[in-house]
Structure formats: structure tokens, C-alpha cells
């Protein structure tokens, strides 16, 4: 069974770095591109960016780039997002989320961009 | 960026009764070459991570009651739940993955009426 078990609840203050892990189990994670996904309740969730865990650049929305940095370490099954000079608005609930389908062998992204499963999700309050 | 706006924003539906909440996207979402739309449903329960329900625009996920079923195509989406039943209360989001940055709707929320 496919399980993503993200790290505790955080508390940071304003300008101040947060980073989140997610471990991967139950299929090959080098397997399935892996995404991050904000949502603060009451809105619409919000894509952070995926990571290959089989190599390459993470792909960042516009909106996150030059804040957001996601890893990941193959040998343990875990991602990482790190997100820096955290605003109050970036209170919310972070999401790891696998790729609804394997990435294809000839490297190409993967189309079935839909999010399954997730994981329980980590609440990070940014507040002074 | 593909907007999404879903609607209504909340819906009340009688137990058993027909549910539809409604998604239309900015750009169209059908893809020429596969002829497919790249639209998924999640529901969102309190206290829950999302699960998906709908991919596909209409492909039903593995496990999910056939009470809900998705349809539509281009720009204008459909959920319905054809006879709610007590846990489908829930927030309920569409999802375009035709292009990056993936973006979701706002959500409707469905309350028993």
C-alpha cells in the first residue's frame, strides 16, 4: 500500500526558512514524480512544484521560484521542500502528493498529473 | 496561468437527492492528440488530505462509489453524486493538470439539506 508520511507541525516566524520531508513507501519511488501542494483552508489548494526522483530539475511554479528549493534522498525515499523568508501568508497546511501514473522510460514528464495519494499533510503557522 | 472557477459555492442537497457542482476552466482543457481532458476532482473531507474521485474528466478512481460520476469536455466540467448520502459531506475541488502550474477551483462546499 502507497503511504506518505510528512514530518510534524511547525511554527516560524516571519523571514525565517521551514522545511518539510516526506517519506515514501509501498512502490519505487524513483518510479513517480512527487509535487507539493499548499492549501489554506477556505481556498482553492495551490501547486508548489514536482520533483523527478529519478534525476533532473525540480519544476517550480512561477510563483514559489527563488523562495522554494525541493530535494529528495533516493536512498531513504524521502523528499524535501524548503521554503525561506516565510510570509504570514504562507500559513497553511503543505502537502506531499504522488503523480497519478509512472513516469514514462523515455524520460519524458509524465501526463497523469492528477495527485494520488497524498500525504497527511504538515500545518506550518508563520506568525511573530 | 488556467483558471478555475468552480460553482456553486456551497450546495445543500436532501439525503438521496442528486448532487452537481459545476468547474470551468479559463482554456480548454482537451488535448487534440489524445483526445482527452485533463481534469480531475478531489474531495476534501475536515481534518482529511484531499482524495481523488474523477480523472480524465470522467474515469472513476478505483475504490470510489459509482454514485459520482464526472463529465463534461473543453471547458466546462460536471461532478455529480447521483444520491447523496450522509459522508459525502465535503469540500469539493476540480483540478487542471493541462498545464503548469496545475491549478485547482475554489471549491463548493455540499451540506446535507
Known amino acids: 500500500q502507497v503511504h506518505l508520511v510528512q514530518s510534524g507541525a511547525e511554527v516560524k516566524k516571519p523571514g525565517a526558512s521551514v522545511k518539510v520531508s516526506c517519506k515514501a513507501s509501498?512502490?519505487?519511488?524513483?518510479?513517480?514524480?512527487l509535487h507539493w501542494v499548499r492549501h489554506v483552508p477556505g481556498q482553492g489548494p495551490e501547486w508548489m512544484g514536482w520533483?523527478?526522483?529519478?534525476?533532473?530539475?525540480?519544476n517550480y511554479a512561477q510563483k514559489f521560484k527563488g523562495r522554494v528549493t525541493m530535494t529528495w534522498d533516493t536512498a531513504i525515499s524521502t523528499a524535501y521542500m524548503e521554503l525561506s523568508n516565510l510570509k504570514s501568508d504562507d500559513s497553511a497546511v503543505y502537502y506531499c502528493?504522488?503523480?497519478?501514473?509512472?513516469?514514462?522510460?523515455?524520460?519524458?514528464?509524465?501526463?497523469?498529473?492528477?495527485?494520488?495519494?497524498w500525504g497527511q499533510g504538515t500545518l506550518v503557522t508563520v506568525s511573530s | 496561468d488556467i483558471v478555475m472557477t468552480q460553482s456553486p459555492d456551497s450546495l445543500a442537497v436532501s439525503l438521496g437527492e442528486r448532487a452537481t457542482i459545476n468547474c470551468e476552466s479559463s482554456q480548454d482543457l482537451l488535448y487534440n492528440s489524445d483526445n482527452k481532458n485533463y481534469l480531475a476532482w478531489y474531495q476534501v473531507k475536515a481534518g482529511q488530505p484531499p482524495r481523488v474521485l474523477i480523472y480524465w474528466a470522467s474515469t472513476r478512481e478505483s475504490g470510489v462509489p459509482d454514485r459520482f460520476s464526472g463529465s463534461g469536455s473543453g471547458t466546462d466540467f460536471s461532478l455529480t453524486i447521483s444520491s447523496l448520502q450522509a459522508e459525502d459531506v465535503a469540500v469539493y475541488y476540480c483540478q487542471q493538470y493541462y498545464s503548469t502550474p496545475f491549478t485547482f477551483g475554489q471549491g463548493t462546499r455540499l451540506e446535507i439539506k
Open positions: 520533483i523527478n526522483p529519478n534525476g533532473g530539475d525540480p
Open positions: 509501498g512502490y519505487i519511488f524513483t518510479a513517480y514524480y
Open positions: 502528493a504522488r503523480d497519478g501514473g509512472a513516469a514514462p522510460p523515455n524520460g519524458d514528464p509524465p501526463t497523469e498529473n492528477w495527485f494520488d495519494p
